[in-house]
Nanobody, 124 residues
């Protein structure tokens, strides 16, 4: 059974940093891509970044480039999302999702597996 468990969210002041973790199990980690998504109340889901585990290829949406860094620890089957210079508009529930890896990854792909998420709240 595919399982994705997020952690690392919390309440932080603007300008601070957080590192979110996505611990994966139930599948061959290297064969998959992991994406990070966020959803704020009343807003649509937004895919912010993804990584193809096997080749390390990454993708970021323009609005987070330079502040978000996605990485993986294959020994721990875990993907991280480092978020720096947090802004109040980053407040959302962040969750990770998984798909079978293809050539690269994109938030617009179909991500059949997802976790429950971790809440990030940024105060002004």
């Amino acid at each position: 059974e595919v399982q994705l468990v997020e952690s690392g969210g919390g309440l932080v002041q603007a300008g601070g940093s957080l590192r979110l973790s996505c611990a994966a199990s139930g599948f061959t980690f290297d064969d998959y891509a992991i994406g990070w998504f966020r959803q704020a109340p009343g807003k649509e889901r937004e895919g912010v970044s993804c990584i193809s585990i096997g080749d390390g290829e990454t993708y970021y949406i323009d609005s987070v480039k330079g502040r978000f860094t996605i990485s993986s620890d294959n020994a721990k089957n875990t993907v991280y999302l480092q978020i720096d210079s947090l802004k109040p508009e980053d407040t959302a529930n962040y969750y990770c999702a998984a798909e079978v890896a293809r050539a690269g990854c994109h938030p617009g792909d179909i991500w059949p597996y997802r976790g429950q998420g971790t809440q990030v709240t940024v105060s002004p």
